[in-house]
């Protein structure tokens, strides 16, 4: 008995001692913190990303109902201005036109701004947008709004916006300015209030 005791205690004593395999034990420790800190940057930053290119593209689109050269084109319906956006979000390209809403309205003042106010992404509905890119003088404000997928899981809780069981975050954009002087009048599409 007390033999086997003994031996016991030997190979307790040899395991202990053992270097072997203590960096692959050391990593597996390591490694799931490491992966969900490298996955959480990576998300971060195209989620950041992602709202950047949704602005570049938002001002480039204004820009041409600014200046009436959307309105008085051929195309100027709100899914030709949905797609000019997405033509200016190149890399998002291929899931633009299902993922992004745009809100064109025209307002009285632009103290009226104030009154609009932000969309609550966890109410968004894409059904009770606007549609009124206006006439030469007129106040305009273009919002646009893209549902981004998280695909890191663990992130839901901090990057999701559209409610919990979504896996979506709503990033918007919006540009506000007086429509340019020009000749043709255009179709505007309704008013909306």
């Known amino acids: 008995m007390a033999r086997v005791r003994l031996r016991l205690i030997d190979r307790l004593r040899r395991f202990a001692r053992a270097q072997r395999g203590a960096t692959a034990i050391e990593f597996a420790i390591i490694a799931t913190p490491f992966l969900m800190l490298m996955f959480g940057i ?10 950047i290119t949704l602005q570049n593209a938002t001002d480039a689109a204004a820009r041409k109902i600014r200046t009436g050269e959307f309105q008085t084109s051929a195309a100027n319906t709100k899914n030709d201005f949905r797609t000019l956006v997405c033509g200016n979000m190149s890399w998002l390209s291929s899931g633009c036109s299902s993922a992004l809403t745009v809100d064109v309205q025209t307002l009285a003042s632009f103290t009226t701004l104030s009154t609009t106010g ?7 509905n894409a059904n009770n947008t606007c549609w ?25 809780a901090a ?6 069981g979504t896996g979506k975050r709503l990033i918007s954009a919006a540009a506000s300015f007086r429509n340019e002087p020009w000749s043709t009048t255009a179709p505007t ?5």
Do not use: H
């Not at 932000?118 to 968004?124: K, V």
């Not at 404000?141 to 549902?147: A, D, E, F, H, I």
């Not at 695909?151 to 839901?156: R, S």
């Open 132 to 156: 009124s890119s206006g006439q030469p003088g007129d106040i305009v404000l273009v919002r646009t709004y893209y549902q981004w997928n998280i695909f890191t899981p663990l992130l839901n």
């Open 118 to 124: 932000q969309t609550d992404p966890t109410t968004f």
């Open 189 to 193: 599409g309704a008013k909306c209030t």
């Open 42 to 51: 990576i998300e971060l930053g195209l989620v950041f990303m992602v709202s």
């Open 159 to 164: 990057l999701v916006n559209m409610g919990s």
